[in-house]
């Protein structure tokens, strides 16, 4: 499995500390502990022992929250349905459009 080789992620203006680990926390659908972060001190913490497909997954969750935490008023903020919802929807779009991400992010045209 490839990982992700970056210790940082930048995320609307903040630089949040990227790291595998054994966790216990952020519960996943199946009731298992697969990511966490935490804003106060920008972190954020993906399970080491599952597979790399659900690593993506977790952190493109965890950014979800933290995108929320940064951009929504607190009486405002996502649900964690609402975050699994739109995490899982957006990483079926990734999965399903190799390239797009990129694209994206480049400054092509
Ligand atoms: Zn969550």
């Known amino acids: 499995m490839k990982r ?3 210790k940082e992620i930048r995320c609307l203006g ?7 680990a054994p966790l216990d926390s952020d519960i996943d ?3 298992e502990s697969v990511g966490m972060s935490n804003m106060l001190v920008r972190t954020i913490k993906i399970a080491l022992d599952v597979p790399g497909e659900q690593q993506k997954d977790t952190l493109l969750h965890e950014l979800v929250h933290i995108a929320d935490w940064e951009t929504a008023r607190p ?3 996502l649900d964690e349905a609402d975050v699994v919802r739109l995490s899982k929807a957006l990483y079926a779009i990734l999965r399903d459009n190799p390239g797009l991400a990129e694209w994206i992010a480049s400054d092509d045209q």
Not at 14 to 20: A, I, P, V
């Open 4 to 6: 992700f080789n970056k």
């Open 14 to 20: 903040g630089t949040y500390l990227l790291s595998f």
């Open 29 to 31: 659908l199946r009731g």
């Open 75 to 77: 009486v405002d903020r």
